[in-house]
């Protein structure tokens, strides 16, 4: 069967990661640019003030997405660039910067997904008490409607939220990310709440001004791997997938609410009187229908059936595969993860992020040589047309990153991007993997099987 005609062949970057012009034409800040002025916080003390500077080259951008064939593009708004100070009055300026980046994009032949959030909440609001504050989900709603009412006409596909995993643990109870909180378990679940609500909220300003809209989320995708084929380690898989431990890190916690309109009750057992149970009327708006399910899949754990078929987890080998970052490469994280998303909520997968960081340089001859991205991407993709062959609709990949990026708390040390970025000089290269990518898109996949073999082979 393949990819179905109309798969999505992408690329993605945040704004906060690419845009630079960290005070132009009346931005506002971020928590990010407040966390950045920590010392100690992001590596060699990097900032995301200037990144790739696609704020003023996005038209170069643009054009290099379009010579690799790119049909979709992931792009986030910075909510601080619109609205300075999170609320109040727009900025002119700011707004007609997408109004521009957008119509560069379709004129291109390529259709803009914008995501709302990518973790870069105004300073201001944060000030306010941020996601602790229950406005928070009015303040949301309504720059989302500032949003769907300006470029509405132009902007079909929206994604509210990504990863509330990442920018609630890491950023409220970690401390590892923007703002650096440190934050109790019941305050950081009255933000979780907080959030899904935003969400909520959120999809129902999109379609009360712009209807046609297709909306969605982009939700960690945390896959669970049966060890072995056996139905008792599939079941396993399954069961550990949607489980909810006393942690934040977890899916159903996340995704119940959203589609189902209530909270798991493992998690609830787990969190117990930490999160006082929300009225339902906050149930019902936090469960709007939705078009699609958006997941972020790195890579997986594996497990297998324990005594009386409960999940434990089974350790990778010694020396297994990783990434620059020290993530095990699990290609059939995407297989599994994309099955048991769609089996419990019944929505078209969209891979809204999956991609590695390398140790990528400009090599002698002026180019930029990465096989292990090459064939990263391709075990990944056979992956994802084993769901598809299974029945699972899966309707596209955004690969993470269009080009090398402010990769937050690290810094520009990690390059996840089909395009080196030279950050003194903002020179583009486009690394082998785009070149690659882009032959993969002519062919619609085929050459993905360059000599005919096993459909779905990712051997180790």
């Known amino acids: ?5 109309n798969f999505l062949w992408g690329a993605a970057t945040a704004a906060y990661q690419v845009e630079g012009g960290a005070q132009a034409h009346g931005r506002g800040p971020s928590v990010w640019d407040m966390f950045c002025r920590k010392p100690g916080a992001v590596f060699d003390g990097h900032t995301g003030d200037v990144a790739c500077d696609h704020y003023h080259r996005y038209l170069d951008d643009v054009a290099i997405m379009r010579s690799m ?10 909510w601080s660039r619109v609205l300075p100070e999170g609320v109040g009055a727009p900025n002119s300026e700011g707004l007609s910067f997408y109004d521009r980046l957008i119509d560069a994009l379709l004129a291109a032949g390529i259709e ?13 609001l944060y000030h306010r008490g941020g996601w602790l504050n229950r406005d928070s989900a009015d303040w949301f709603a309504d720059y989302a409607m500032v949003l769907a009412e300006r470029l509405g006409d132009r902007v079909r596909n929206w994604i509210t939220l990504n990863e509330p995993q990442v920018f609630i643990e890491s950023g409220l109870q970690q401390g590892r990310h923007a703002p650096g909180d440190k934050l109790r378990l019941d305050e950081v679940l009255r933000a979780s709440h907080h959030t899904l609500l935003a969400h909520g909220q959120a999809v129902c300003a999109i379609r009360a001004a712009a209807p046609r809209s297709r909306v969605g989320a982009a939700l960690v995708g945390i896959a669970k791997m049966p060890a072995t084929s ?32 209530e909270y798991p009750e493992d998690g609830l057992r787990a969190f117990g009187a930490s999160f006082p149970a929300p009225n ?7 469960r709007q229908p939705l078009d699609f399910f958006g997941a972020n899949i790195y890579h997986g754990e594996y497990v297998r059936a ?4 409960r999940p434990e987890r089974v350790p990778l080998p010694a020396g297994y595969d990783i990434t620059a970052t020290n993530w095990p490469v699990t290609p059939e994280a995407m297989y599994f993860g994309s099955r048991f998303f769609y089996e419990r909520y019944g929505k078209p997968i969209l891979i809204t992020e999956n991609g590695l960081s390398c140790r990528d340089w400009v090599s002698l001859d002026g180019k930029v040589h990465d096989p292990q991205r090459i064939d990263f991407i391709r075990r990944y993709l056979l992956q994802i047309e084993r769901a598809i062959d299974d029945g699972v609709p899966v309707s596209g990949y955004f690969h993470w990153s269009f080009i090398d990026n402010f ?7 990690e390059r996840f991007g089909l395009v080196y970025c030279d950050y003194r000089t903002q020179k583009r290269i486009m690394k082998d993997s785009a070149s690659w990518y882009a032959d993969v898109i002519r062919s619609h996949g085929a050459s993905l099987h360059p000599n005919g073999g096993e459909p779905h082979s990712s051997p180790r």
């Open 407 to 413: 990769e937050w708390s690290e810094g520009y040390k």
């Open 1 to 5: 069967m393949g990819f179905p005609p």
């Open 69 to 78: 064939g790119l049909n979709a593009y992931r792009l986030s708004i910075s």
């Open 306 to 309: 324990g005594e009386g078929g």
């Open 112 to 124: 803009p997904y914008v995501t709302l959030f990518h973790w870069d909440m105004p300073l201001q």
């Open 230 to 261: 056996s139905p008792a380690d599939l079941e396993a898989a399954r069961l550990a997938t949607f489980a909810v431990p006393p942690t934040l890190w977890n899916n159903a916690w996340w995704m119940d609410p959203i589609f189902f309109g």
């Open 280 to 286: 339902g009327r906050d149930l019902d708006i936090i």
